[in-house]
């Protein structure tokens, strides 16, 4: 009897030295089983941070069988016990029906409750699911939580937010406002960003025109994979009207927004290829660009084909 209570007492008194810290550590190495069993000890004594990352395992799947109504559950004990990123996590859980019933009302509530304790990403979900809709106070309150989450440094924020003093939604029209949370989320190399502040500065869009600037801008967005920047400053060099005409580099950015499968970029490929625009003639790569466009719609690349002999 003595040495039974011995024993229970050894594992009660390693229960209790489990900590958090020792649990993320655990997780952090990758020991994921580990993690798990002492994540679920602390969890039963009611350790929201426990409960969330038992929420995450579950969702990602990370050393147990993804299970979204796991994730769920331990999510719904974690927000119980005012867990943001749990409230935050769950919310997307409702609005995407995933482990639970799709229920936009409950997201919302849920998304509302981890904004109003501050948590960033909570305040762009919400702004994102108001600016869904048309309405000017659900614009506004759009506009109020890409706010509260651009100071916070959130990127996306800062791009909506920006974004909505460009077209003055929800908000007066202002392009100065524009351009400041545009810069803000271009120091992060936001994409997105990044092409929308390089058209203003190509356009002079109640700013000074800095041709030098858009087209940095809109190089480092295109190199980063967006292809709206890729065609846009394709344009810019293959038009030669604000640079120097570039055929080699419109065919460059021209290609990447064909490999992303844009039928304006493939005519140009085409064209390009054709007559020997920054890149050697070739009659046979021409066809095969142009043909692709003609087959997704691009009447102007049909034509080409027929003028010119290629079909």
Not at 94 to 104: A, I, L, Q, R
Not at 204 to 231: F, P, W
Not at 283 to 291: D, K, M, P, Q, S
Request: aromatic content about 14%; overall charge positive.
């Amino acid at each position: 009897m003595l040495k039974l209570l011995i024993i229970l007492g050894i594992l009660f008194s390693s229960i209790n030295a489990i900590t958090f810290e020792d649990a993320s550590k655990s997780l952090k190495e990758k020991k994921y089983f580990q993690a798990y069993e002492e994540l679920l000890i602390l969890a039963a004594n009611n350790s929201s941070d426990a409960q969330y990352n038992l929420g995450l395992m579950n969702y990602k799947g990370l050393g147990v069988e993804k299970s979204y109504e796991l994730a769920a559950f331990w999510y719904e004990k974690a927000a119980k016990n005012s867990n943001i990123r749990a409230l935050n996590n769950l919310a997307h859980m409702y609005f995407m029906g995933k482990g639970v019933k799709k229920d936009k009302t409950k997201a919302k509530e849920y998304y509302l409750l981890a904004a109003k304790k501050g948590y960033a990403l909570a305040q762009l979900n919400l702004g994102m699911i108001y600016e869904l809709s048309p309405k000017e106070e659900s614009l506004k309150q759009a506009y109020f939580w890409y706010e509260k989450a651009a100071v916070q440094g959130v990127i996306l924020a800062q791009n909506n937010l920006a974004s909505m003093y460009y077209y003055g939604k929800g908000i007066p029209k202002d392009i100065k406002k524009a351009i400041y949370w545009f810069e803000q989320a271009s120091k992060a190399n936001n994409e997105v960003a990044l092409f929308n502040l390089g058209v203003i500065y190509l356009v002079g869009d109640d700013t000074d025109k800095n041709i030098n600037r858009a087209v940095s801008l809109l190089e480092k967005s295109a190199d980063k994979g967006n292809v709206k920047a890729q065609l846009k400053i394709a344009d810019v060099y293959r038009l030669g009207n604000d640079v120097s005409q570039n055929y080699t580099k419109a065919f460059k950015y021209y290609e990447m927004a064909a490999n992303q499968g844009r039928t304006k970029a493939m005519f140009y490929l085409g064209f390009f290829y054709y007559n020997g625009h920054g890149i050697a003639k070739n009659r046979n790569e021409a066809t095969i660009w142009l043909r692709k466009a003609k087959a997704l719609g691009h009447k102007r690349s049909a034509n080409f084909l027929k003028v010119h002999n290629l079909d």
